[in-house]
């Protein structure tokens, strides 16, 4: 937050870690991930102009970590699990915020053919916010 626009120096090579940071779990607690969800909260917020052309690459790795989270079946406690998939749709409202509703389009088919509920809970957050 320091950085403020000035991040999108670094956009590129930030993207990179955030998307390694996402892919993999970090074991029960889920630390690294909780806090590189909120790097990137903080980066949408900062970055914003430059966020529409990274939606692709970004919307396709929170749809996987929403996913991810749900079906694990590990040692991750239920508060862990809520907390990840509570930041997750907090970027997804940021995106779609900053895209001018792009994300909402590119989750009207999978939120109707999802058929798991607390995913369906997120994207459903997602579409109702203004």
């Known amino acids: 937050s320091r950085l403020g626009i000035l991040i999108v120096r670094h956009l590129k090579r930030l993207e990179r870690v955030i998307l390694g940071y996402l892919e993999v ?17 903080c980066t949408i917020e ?3 102009p430059r966020m529409p052309c990274r939606l692709p690459v970004l919307l396709k ?3 996987r970590l929403l996913w991810d989270v749900h079906t694990e079946r590990g ?9 990840l998939l509570h930041r997750a749709t907090q970027c997804l409202i ?9 994300v ?11 058929g798991e ?7 459903g957050k997602v579409q109702e916010s203004t």
């Open 25 to 41: 779990s970090d074991g029960p607690e889920e630390e690294a991930r909780l806090g590189i969800l909120e790097t990137l909260q």
């Open 117 to 123: 509920n607390r995913v369906r809970e997120c994207l």
């Open 104 to 114: 909402k389009v590119l989750l009207e088919g999978v939120h109707s053919s999802c």
């Open 61 to 63: 790795a929170l749809l």
């Open 75 to 83: 040692p991750t406690p239920e508060p862990v699990r809520a907390a």
């Open 94 to 102: 940021l995106l779609d915020r900053c895209s001018q509703g792009r």
């Open 46 to 48: 900062h970055a914003w």
